[in-house]
């Protein structure tokens, strides 16, 4: 069965400083992966996704994700936080034995400081 | 503008009084699906729609009905809402059902069920 773990409810960063949005995965096929970011009362939107072959996967808003398949983990980065960040972030996978389902993360809440 | 609407965008009813949550995306997209937002748990798929007249069970799909008869439409149906499904309700489309093809999401309706 496949299942996405976010182990982190909640990161804190100061503006400026890099932040790391954790996520591991279990599928038993290729791992098709994503991240989604969610602002107060709207729905979710797409930020990246992992294209096979490239390990570190360039985004919008200036995050990106590094995959790394030996520890099943789809982190999501960036290098410099801004306050406007702040949002619930999803990790989510599908996999071509999952069918066509989409597993998501619990989700995890970043809160960037001024 | 691409987007995908859900209405209504609040909704209080009362235990097994019918309802229905509409879902339409103006993008032709081939794939579209319903989760249920919950604290702690992240999003749960409901049921999912690879194309008219195409429809499979999600994750959590006692207690809902779905239908998509035109490309456009999704309406999730409670037929007897109970308590539990008290929930935020995210409705979700993309362009096909490919692994590797990200979702757009509509705004989410609050639903309580009392």
Redo the contacts between chains.
Sequence with gaps: AQS?A?PE?QVNVAEGNPLTVKCTYSVSGNP?L?W?VQYP??????LL?Y?TGDNLVKGSYGFEAEFNKSQTSFHLKKPSALVSDSALY?C?V???TG?????????TRLFVKA | EAQ?TQNPRYLITVTGKKLTVTCSQNMNHE?M?W?RQDP??????IY?S?NVEVT?K??VPEGYKVSRKEKRNFPLILESPSPNQTSLY?C?SSED?G??T???????TRLTVV
């Design positions: 996405v976010q409810d098709y994503f989604y009362n709207r729905g979710l939107q797409f996704k294209i999803f989510a599908r996999a071509n069918g066509f389902k989409t597993i998501f993360g619990a989700g | 995908v794939y699906s989760y702690g748990l992240g999003l749960r798929q999912y690879m499979d999600g994750d995210f979700a059902w692994l590797n990200e979702a757009f999401f509509g705004q989410g």
